[in-house]
């Protein structure tokens, strides 16, 4: 009995449903792609040496599996206030509450098993396309076909669905522990009138304002009150006031937004305001979990491709003071080159500047800390003229003048105080001023860490009495060569010792690229499905309304007029949850970086709006065309109930 009044509800409302399987066949099928891609034995062993595939996939599944637990739930709790009046026909006909959740359990276990079954040929179809994506772009000696997944993934797959069945049994008990009053109104009651509450819509936005203020004093450092307070309990406190203010935000101060916008004659006079706004209020209110949810779970999703595609091209960028030229010998007692390996160089290489610098290793009688780990009983001394030379060939700024008895210290960290006040002495008797210090290195730290900038006439005083502490390296550089593998190759062919940015480079791509794949591969797929749930919300809200566009027909809203109502309804679902996520998202990429990234480094503003540029390219296609495809659907769905009309 029980299959049979399923089965005929189900048939009964084949439209509505039908929205809801295809979602569900869509959720599943991603879950289903990201377990495909931490079980495919081949592209797992591929990549053994550079990520750990597994457990980064497994912890993509765990917030991925609470986010599917999510969208559960609160479709379930939209489809048992859609049926409300049925549940009080059918206890007033006798059903008790066991037979009720046996009942609503047996339909959405139909539905759930449909959308698992259909999930696995569609899940994998996605998976091949990202795994010949990934083989070709990595450039993965892998073949395309066949695919080889291990049975876990499907295990995984099927217990999703056993868990959902799970969590669907529960929330219909726990819904149907009402009494008969509240069943039947549950739709009535879910739409009472909101209470106008400005201040807790205000207490909403400042919190959300503190919270960015944290992130934003991240800037700081090492002067930030993350850094003097300690890091934990400032990010529990950014993190509790981030949420806390998107909760209060989407409550309260949406909702007075809208009242404000009503209130403007001019703004709800509108010919599409005046029908939108008025039940705006009531839907966001309706939807605050949901937009709540799905713009927290967006902000993370910014903020988490954001500081993969930091961690990849930060590394690249720092790769430009650890190794400034394209590639230079070995630090050695003779020079390197040959002339005519250095006419060579400049023949195959025209644009190409060789520069040879001397260095002298001059012994000093105090210790000199670099760091608390490097201390030096030496200084590496390279004369102005030569600093300079190395400096134009790498773009960088040159040294205007060094004072007799005075030297500049290349600093080794990154750092804005200049001022060094410290004077060291040779074991020969010279004293040297070590006054100012540079960020701007122009000799690898491969070769030399205690580098001083002297005064050309201090230098060749010092390379006369260090006569046998003289070395010599040869740098190469040139523009747009830093990823020229073409350079290194060359000099494996003279079988010269050197240091190349170009290998080093491509080390760091190869080494975080998979990472940085798979993080972005999860996290459009996270964009996927946030953007579905948006979908089928808005397909779904506007399903009882229907009648509502025909009676805007009847009073004269043509074809373009309906479209602008329907675009702009649709927009309150959809812009809260971008904005509010790109907002908080950018602002956590800001601070963030400065966890990563020293605060001195030239490009840091560029790698931080490139990332920012990144994800909006990630983003805004994937929520706009799914934005547009909700409007056009939802347009179609009003043609078709309101007949020729609006053909």
Not at 116 to 131: C, S, T
Not at 283 to 304: E, H, M, P, Y
Not at 339 to 359: C, G, L, W
Not at 614 to 625: E, S
Request: hydrophobic share 50%.
């Amino acid at each position: 009995m029980l299959m049979d009044l399923s089965l005929a509800d189900l048939k009964q409302k084949s439209k509505l449903y039908l929205v809801y399987v295809c979602s569900q066949i869509l959720i599943f099928s991603l879950f289903f792609a990201i377990q495909c891609f931490g079980n495919d034995s081949v592209i797992v062993t591929r990549l053994a040496d550079n990520a750990n595939i597994k457990e980064m996939a497994r912890l993509i599944s765990v917030f991925y599996t609470i986010f599917v637990l999510f969208y559960f739930i609160y479709f379930n709790n939209f489809f048992m206030r859609q049926k409300s009046e049925e549940l009080g026909i059918y206890s007033i006909l006798g059903f008790s509450d066991r037979k009720l959740i046996n009942l609503f359990w047996l339909e959405n276990t139909i539905l759930i098993l449909i959308g698992v079954i259909l999930a696995v040929p569609l899940g994998l179809g996605i998976y091949a396309l990202i795994r010949t994506w990934l083989i070709k772009f990595l450039g993965l000696d892998i073949a395309v076909w066949p695919i080889a997944i291990g049975l876990k993934a499907y295990f995984s797959l099927g217990s999703l669905g056993i868990i959902t069945v799970i969590i669907t049994y529960l929330e219909l008990v726990w819904i149907l522990k009402k009494n008969l009053v509240e069943i039947v109104n549950l739709q009535v009651i879910q739409d009472k009138k909101i209470k106008k509450r400005p201040v807790i819509a205000w207490v909403g936005i400042t919190t959300l304002l503190i919270a960015y203020g944290l992130l934003i004093d991240l800037s700081q450092r090492p002067n930030d009150i993350w850094d003097k307070v300690g890091f934990m309990p400032i990010a529990a406190l950014t993190a509790i006031l981030l949420i806390g203010g998107t909760v209060l935000t989407i409550n309260y101060s949406l909702p007075q937004l809208i009242d404000y916008l009503l209130k403007n004659k001019q703004v709800s006079y509108g010919q599409k305001n005046n029908v939108v706004l008025p039940r705006m209020q009531h839907r966001i209110r309706n939807k605050s979990q949901l937009i709540t949810v799905i713009g927290l779970l967006f902000s993370l999703s910014v903020v988490t491709l954001g500081i993969t595609a930091i961690t990849l091209s930060y590394p690249k960028e720092a790769m430009k003071r650890v190794m400034p030229a394209t590639l230079e010998t070995i630090l050695a007692k003779k020079k390197a080159l040959s002339p005519s390996q250095t006419e060579s160089i400049k023949k195959h290489f025209p644009a190409a500047t060789v520069t040879d610098v001397e260095i002298v290793r001059v012994p000093i009688k105090e210790q000199l800390a670099i760091t608390n780990k490097l201390i030096y009983q030496h200084l590496d001394a390279i004369s102005l003229t030569e600093y300079n030379s190395l400096a134009i060939a790498e773009g960088k700024t040159k040294l205007k003048q060094v004072p007799v008895g005075q030297g500049v210290l290349v600093n080794y960290y990154a750092s804005l105080n200049h001022r060094v006040d410290k004077r060291v002495n040779s074991t020969k008797g010279d004293q040297i001023y070590l006054k100012n210090s540079t960020n701007n290195n122009v000799i690898a730290f491969g070769n030399s860490v205690a580098i001083v900038v002297l005064n050309d006439g201090l230098f060749t005083n010092l390379q006369k009495k260090y006569a046998d502490s003289n070395f010599y390296l040869t740098s190469i550089n040139g523009k747009n060569m830093r990823d020229n593998m073409a350079i290194p190759k060359y000099f494996d062919h003279l079988q010269l010792k050197y240091l190349s940015s170009a290998k080093r480079n491509k080390e760091i791509v190869t080494a975080n690229s998979p990472t940085f794949l798979l993080i972005s591969i999860a996290t459009v797929l996270f964009f996927i499905s946030i953007s579905t749930i948006l979908y089928f919300t808005a397909k779904l809200e506007v399903a009882p309304v229907l009648s509502e566009y025909q009676t805007l027909i009847q009073l004269g809203y043509g074809k373009r007029e309906i479209i602008k109502v329907v675009m702009l309804e649709i927009s309150w679902l959809f812009v809260p949850t971008l904005v509010l996520g790109l907002i908080s998202g950018f602002l956590g990429i800001y601070g963030a970086s400065y966890m990563i990234m020293d605060t001195v480094t030239k490009s840091n503003w560029q790698i931080i709006f490139g990332t920012m540029r990144f994800v909006l390219y990630v983003t805004i296609p994937v929520y706009l065309c799914v934005y547009l495809l909700a409007c056009r659907s939802v347009f179609g769905d009003i043609r078709r109930f309101v007949g020729k009309v609006l053909i």
